[in-house]
């Protein structure tokens, strides 16, 4: 096999799996695998880190460190105990060419901002079982696509940012002053 990828089928919490292998003299054969499972993909990511092995939304795999907006490491986003973040739901607030919302910025809820963000047509509250989503609670952590993150911003409703979890991606939408300014600190306590 030389290449896989991972992407989702619209309307539905179906995945679809594209494998291609060589074939002699005829060219590349392509198969369409479906499945039901949510949105993992193939990343591996270490405990604290988003150091990844994975398979890119082009069918070819890499490795390599992913930033964040401080040019460091990018550390995972979910905590023990809450739920499983991210595009690819392995934790970190890493992005690829499926991920068109940009879910890139390490946010600690509120329910200011959950309440905004319910108002805007996007209820991150009420759990969807279909697609595997919990709902989110004041102090669940969650990858937000970034420019909704900027809207809540420009709102006076933006929730807390880690910073040291937030890719580098979100300085396209975002200013790095604007989410140093809403910047997580662990003592802080904001619901």
Known sequence: VTAARDRAVPGTCM????????????????????????????AVASSSSCQLSQ???DGMGSVGQKLNVLGTALQKCSR?????????????CTTGDS???RHVVCS?????FLEFTRSRGNDLSSPAPQYGFPGLRPGDFWCLCASRWQEAFESG???QVVLESTHEAAL???????LQENAFVEDTIEL
């Open 172 to 178: 396209r939408y975002c200013k790095l002053e604007d």
């Open 15 to 42: 995945r679809k799996k594209v494998v291609c292998s060589p074939l002699l003299a005829v060219g590349v054969l392509c198969v369409v695998v479906a499945s039901a499972l949510p949105a993992l993909g193939s």
């Open 99 to 101: 991920d068109y919302g």
């Open 157 to 159: 409703a933006a929730p």
């Open 55 to 57: 398979i890119n939304d």
């Open 80 to 92: 023990p105990g809450g739920p499983t973040t991210g595009f690819y739901r392995d934790g970190c």
């Open 108 to 112: 600690r809820m509120t329910q200011a």
